[in-house]
């Protein structure tokens, strides 16, 4: 009896990159591409990963830094969840977020605790056989589980900025992050400032408005003094509106932290020299409106190193700066002086007023008179995006877009502006310009890069977003936010209802694109880099909370849902049949996780049988040489693994499904597959 043939076993492996892809054709479509995706993002060098969390943040401890310790015990008496434990002995103390019969799981250790007796309220309830030992769980799905049940410990103790509504601005100013909520009235905005305590309101200390006196410029530092009153006030800024010093009819604005005594109808002096100016009354507290959209820049107009200020505005009221000390409001002399966006360019603040573009006086934003070097600039149409170009043989540019066309001003000052109309067919929607490597925006055709608007203008082929069109369609009127993530050269765009794309760009052209869901949409964003050059990454939320992304392995504790489903693969012989044996996909990562692989044949025909979902667990964790605590962490972690899974089935092509959803489980990353399948007969 003739045996028969063997049979041939081949493989295919493919990585997987580019993001989704909802338009193009199966058959001609790049097979590392996904079909559908959510809360994945693309790596600047392909793969898959999915998202980071975030978590609510006011300076306090951060939930994803949170270390829990275990404490062996004999249990004698009643406990509690939530119960904060005390060494009779040591005073140590903790509170038990987990316990079995023979431990107890604690978080915000305070002192050493050892074998002794373990204390509620004064009252013994176990007996400890050792002192705690930090991170020990008996298991890695513990270890995750442990981290995340003391995140969460921490996660309660972090409020919002007390008030009412969203967050109408966030800021990073000075190594301190600041937020803007209206009060619980909702009559007036109030700066707060995150502290190791939680947020605090900063006082934005007085205005006191003067008019004509003599002839000698009150300047910042002076100390004024009632000639009647004898009050007292150290100035912090001063706001000329109208006149001269020299002429002797200088008007305006002074702003200071505080006073001693009541200023009333008098004059002012400085030292010797009196009747410097004109007051009709006390000073009154400098508040902020109620409502509007802030938008914020970091500017040094001085040079120093200590003379880095924090410019804003808000469209409800008028442009601000505030040094950390001292809150002054910028003056243009607009009958409506409420500027809807800012910026900063060649040592000129810029501020723009419907389709008016405005600038100061060269080294003084106080200064908004021709005479100074302010000067106003028309662009014919609404403007919604300020963006600063650096580089290039001119010094850099400053990008001034509309909603459908997109101007750079070049040159250093009024005396020689050179602005140059980029592109007249296709601008920005507002808060949606970024600079990574050149201008990204969302425009009405979608996801745009200034590169492909100059070659394209305002048409689909200018567009970088095609494999995404139909969702983005259906959000581009939302669009609300946008920010850049430095560390893995992406743009990030928010919608108003939590949903958001992440771009990844690589060597000026796109990596790839991904929807994500946000369980607390983006209301305003930021993201700087601190004095030590880390990039931070905060978001004000509609329900007033203030979150840290990149943090965490949740969104504020609730899970992260995420799915893959790439598109259907036919290996390189779209008319041939294939018998499917196994997958093996590569996983890369540093901690446990758990999640779900599926795959669909021939188009996900009804009338093939399709896979049962496999569940796959990695432990993918690296311990390195003197990072770790002796006895606490896991020796035979690995940072790169296969995981496997069982084909059966036979089509013309197949596509690999992959999903989770967890608060607890470390971000994965996949990088790519290998399929073994058998040849069969050419489909008729």
């Given at each position: 009896?003739?045996?028969?043939?063997?049979?041939?076993?081949?493989?295919?492996?493919?990585?997987?990159?580019?993001?989704?892809?909802?338009?193009?054709?199966?058959?001609?479509?790049?097979?590392?591409r996904?079909?559908?995706?959510?809360?994945?993002?693309?790596?600047?060098?392909?793969?898959l990963?999915?998202?980071?969390?975030?978590?609510r943040?006011?300076?306090?401890?951060?939930?994803?830094?949170?270390?829990?310790?275990?404490i062996?015990?004999?249990?004698?008496?009643?406990?509690?969840?939530?119960?904060?434990?005390?060494g009779?002995?040591?005073?140590?103390?903790?509170?038990i977020?987990?316990?079995?019969s023979t431990?107890?799981?604690?978080?915000?250790?305070t002192?050493?605790?050892?074998?002794?007796?373990?204390?509620?309220?004064g009252s013994?309830?176990?007996?400890?056989?050792?002192?705690?030992?930090?991170?020990?769980?008996?298991?890695?799905?513990?270890?995750?589980?442990?981290?995340?049940?003391?995140?969460?410990?921490?996660?309660?103790?972090?409020?919002?900025?007390?008030?009412?509504?969203?967050?109408?601005?966030?800021?990073?100013?000075?190594?301190?992050?600041?937020?803007?909520?209206?009060?619980?009235?909702?009559?007036?905005?109030?700066?707060?400032?995150?502290?190791?305590?939680?947020?605090?309101?900063?006082?934005?200390?007085?205005?006191?408005?003067?008019?004509?006196?003599?002839?000698?410029?009150?300047?910042?530092?002076?100390?004024?003094?009632?000639?009647?009153s004898?009050?007292?006030?150290?100035?912090?800024?001063?706001?000329?509106?109208?006149?001269t010093?020299?002429?002797?009819?200088?008007?305006?604005?002074?702003?200071?932290a505080?006073?001693?005594?009541?200023?009333?109808?008098?004059?002012?002096?400085?030292?010797?020299s009196?009747?410097?100016?004109?007051?009709?009354?006390?000073?009154?507290?400098?508040?902020?409106?109620?409502g509007?959209?802030?938008?914020?820049?970091?500017y040094?107009?001085?040079?120093?190193?200590?003379?880095?200020?924090?410019?804003?505005?808000?469209?409800v009221?008028?442009?601000?700066?505030?040094?950390?000390?001292?809150f002054?409001?910028?003056?243009?002399?607009?009958?409506?002086?409420?500027?809807e966006?800012?910026?900063a360019?060649?040592?000129?603040?810029?501020?723009?007023?419907?389709?008016?573009?405005?600038?100061?006086?060269?080294?003084?934003p106080?200064?908004?008179?021709?005479?100074?070097?302010?000067a106003?600039?028309?662009?014919?149409?609404?403007?919604?995006?300020?963006?600063?170009?650096?580089?290039?043989?001119?010094?850099?540019?400053?990008?001034?877009?509309?909603?459908?066309?997109?101007?750079?001003l070049?040159?250093?000052?009024?005396?020689?502006?050179?602005?140059?109309s980029?592109?007249?067919?296709a601008?920005?929607?507002?808060?949606?310009?970024?600079?990574?490597?050149?201008?990204?925006v969302?425009?009405?055709?979608?996801?745009?890069?200034?590169?492909?608007?100059q070659s394209?203008?305002?048409?689909?082929?200018?567009?970088?977003?095609?494999?995404?069109?139909?969702?983005?369609?259906?959000?581009?009127?939302?669009?609300?936010?946008?920010?850049?993530?430095?560390?893995?050269?992406?743009?990030?765009?928010?919608?108003?209802?939590?949903?958001?794309?992440?771009?990844?760009?690589?060597?000026?052209?796109?990596a790839?694109?991904?929807p994500?869901?946000?369980?607390?949409?983006?209301?305003c964003?930021?993201?700087?880099e601190?004095?030590?050059?880390?990039?931070?990454?905060f978001?004000?939320?509609?329900?007033?909370?203030?979150y840290?992304?990149?943090?965490?392995?949740?969104h504020?504790?609730?899970?992260?849902?995420?799915?893959?489903?790439?598109?259907?693969n036919?290996l390189?012989?779209?008319r041939?049949?294939?018998?499917?044996?196994?997958?093996?996909?590569?996983?890369?990562?540093?901690?446990?996780?758990?999640?779900?692989?599926?795959?669909?044949?021939?188009y996900?025909?009804?009338?093939?049988?399709q896979?049962?979902t496999?569940?796959?667990?990695?432990?993918?964790?690296?311990?390195?040489?003197?990072?770790?605590?002796w006895?606490?962490?896991?020796w035979?972690?690995?940072?790169?693994?296969?995981?496997?899974?069982?084909?059966?089935?036979?089509?013309e092509?197949?596509s690999?499904?992959?999903?989770?959803?967890?608060?607890?489980?470390d971000?994965?990353?996949l990088?790519?597959?290998?399929?073994?399948?058998?040849?069969?007969?050419?489909?008729?």
């Amino acid at each position: 009896m003739r045996a028969l043939p063997p049979v041939q076993v081949q493989s295919k492996y493919w990585a997987f990159r580019g993001g989704m892809d909802q338009v193009t054709p199966s058959i001609s479509v790049n097979p590392g591409r996904c079909r559908t995706a959510s809360n994945m993002e693309v790596g600047s060098q392909g793969g898959l990963s999915v998202t980071l969390g975030y978590e609510r943040f006011s300076g306090q401890p951060s939930p994803s830094a949170a270390a829990y310790s275990v404490i062996p015990v004999t249990i004698t008496g009643s406990y509690a969840l939530g119960n904060t434990i005390t060494g009779a002995t040591s005073a140590a103390t903790g509170v038990i977020v987990a316990a079995t019969s023979t431990y107890f799981v604690i978080t915000k250790v305070t002192g050493t605790f050892q074998a002794e007796t373990i204390n509620i309220s004064g009252s013994p309830v176990a007996t400890s056989s050792a002192g705690a030992m930090q991170g020990a769980a008996p298991t890695r799905a513990l270890d995750a589980t442990y981290k995340n049940l003391a995140a969460d410990e921490y996660r309660d103790d972090i409020a919002a900025p007390t008030g009412s509504g969203s967050i109408r601005g966030i800021h990073r100013f000075g190594g301190d992050v600041y937020a803007i909520r209206d009060n619980a009235g909702g009559t007036a905005g109030v700066m707060y400032k995150s502290t190791s305590s939680g947020w605090s309101a900063v006082s934005l200390g007085r205005t006191l408005a003067f008019t004509s006196g003599g002839t000698v410029e009150i300047q910042s530092g002076d100390t004024i003094t009632g000639a009647t009153s004898a009050a007292t006030a150290v100035v912090g800024r001063v706001c000329k509106t109208s006149g001269t010093w020299a002429g002797g009819d200088a008007a305006g604005f002074i702003y200071f932290a505080s006073q001693t005594g009541t200023f009333q109808a008098e004059n002012l002096n400085i030292g010797a020299s009196l009747n410097v100016a004109t007051i009709a009354g006390n000073s009154s507290a400098t508040t902020l409106p109620a409502g509007g959209r802030y938008e914020f820049v970091n500017y040094n107009f001085s040079g120093a190193a200590s003379t880095l200020k924090m410019y804003g505005c808000n469209g409800v009221g008028k442009a601000f700066e505030y040094d950390g000390t001292t809150f002054a409001y910028i003056s243009t002399g607009m009958a409506t002086d409420t500027p809807e966006h800012i910026g900063a360019f060649k040592n000129h603040l810029f501020l723009s007023f419907d389709a008016s573009v405005q600038h100061s006086g060269i080294g003084d934003p106080m200064a908004w008179s021709v005479v100074l070097g302010a000067a106003e600039i028309a662009v014919g149409e609404t403007v919604t995006s300020f963006l600063n170009a650096p580089g290039g043989t001119t010094g850099g540019a400053f990008i001034i877009y509309t909603r459908n066309a997109t101007y750079v001003l070049y040159g250093n000052s009024a005396s020689d502006w050179n602005l140059v109309s980029f592109n007249p067919d296709a601008g920005a929607i507002e808060w949606t310009a970024q600079y990574v490597g050149q201008g990204v925006v969302l425009d009405d055709r979608g996801i745009t890069l200034m590169s492909t608007s100059q070659s394209f203008g305002n048409f689909a082929a200018s567009e970088v977003s095609a494999g995404i069109r139909p969702y983005l369609s259906a959000l581009r009127n939302t669009a609300i936010a946008s920010c850049i993530v430095r560390e893995k050269n992406q743009y990030r765009l928010f919608f108003s209802g939590g949903a958001a794309v992440y771009t990844t760009l690589l060597n000026g052209k796109v990596a790839g694109m991904i929807p994500v869901s946000l369980t607390n949409p983006v209301a305003c964003i930021c993201s700087l880099e601190g004095a030590s050059g880390e990039e931070e990454i905060f978001f004000g939320s509609t329900n007033g909370m203030v979150y840290q992304m990149e943090r965490g392995t949740s969104h504020d504790g609730e899970p992260i849902v995420w799915t893959a489903e790439l598109v259907f693969n036919h290996l390189d012989s779209p008319r041939q049949l294939k018998r499917f044996r196994k997958a093996t996909v590569e996983v890369s990562g540093s901690g446990y996780c758990v999640f779900n692989m599926a795959y669909n044949l021939g188009y996900g025909s009804s009338d093939l049988p399709q896979s049962v979902t496999n569940q796959v667990t990695t432990a993918l964790q690296s311990s390195v040489w003197d990072t770790f605590v002796w006895d606490a962490f896991f020796w035979d972690g690995q940072s790169l693994t296969p995981a496997e899974a069982d084909l059966d089935g036979t089509a013309e092509n197949i596509s690999l499904v992959f999903s989770g959803s967890s608060d607890e489980y470390d971000s994965i990353n996949l990088n790519g597959a290998i399929v073994s399948y058998t040849p069969q007969r050419a489909l008729r």
